[in-house]
Nanobody, 124 residues
């Protein structure tokens, strides 16, 4: 059974930065595609970024391109989301997800495991 635990959320002013981390407990991390999603109050959970098992392929939603960077350290079973130039509209609960498939995906229903989420609040 895979457990995902996010950390690194918090309150930051617009223009600031945060780095989210997600620790993966299972033995399959190095073969899992990993993704980050977010959910703002009253909205559906949306895709943010994904990274292939090797780290060689990444995929971002258009609204975060050039500001967010997803990366992974397979030796530490951890995936990261570096968030720069944060905007108030980035405020949401951010979720880490793991997918057994080999390819990156933006579809929620293609991810098999989810973390509990970490709150990110960006003040204007």
């Amino acid at each position: 059974q895979v457990q995902l635990v996010e950390s690194g959320g918090g309150l930051v002013q617009a223009g600031g930065s945060l780095r989210l981390s997600c620790a993966h407990s299972g033995r399959t991390f190095s073969t899992n595609t990993m993704g980050w999603f977010r959910q703002a109050p009253g909205k559906e959970r949306e895709f943010v970024a994904a990274i292939s098992w090797s780290g060689g392929s990444t995929y971002y939603v258009e609204s975060v391109k050039g500001r967010f960077t997803i990366s992974r350290d397979n030796a530490k079973n951890t995936v990261y989301l570096q968030m720069n130039s944060l905007k108030p509209e980035d405020t949401a609960v951010y979720y880490c997800a793991a997918r057994r498939g080999s390819f990156t995906s933006s579809r929620r229903d293609e991810y098999d495991y989810w973390g509990q989420g970490t709150q990110v609040t960006v003040s204007s």
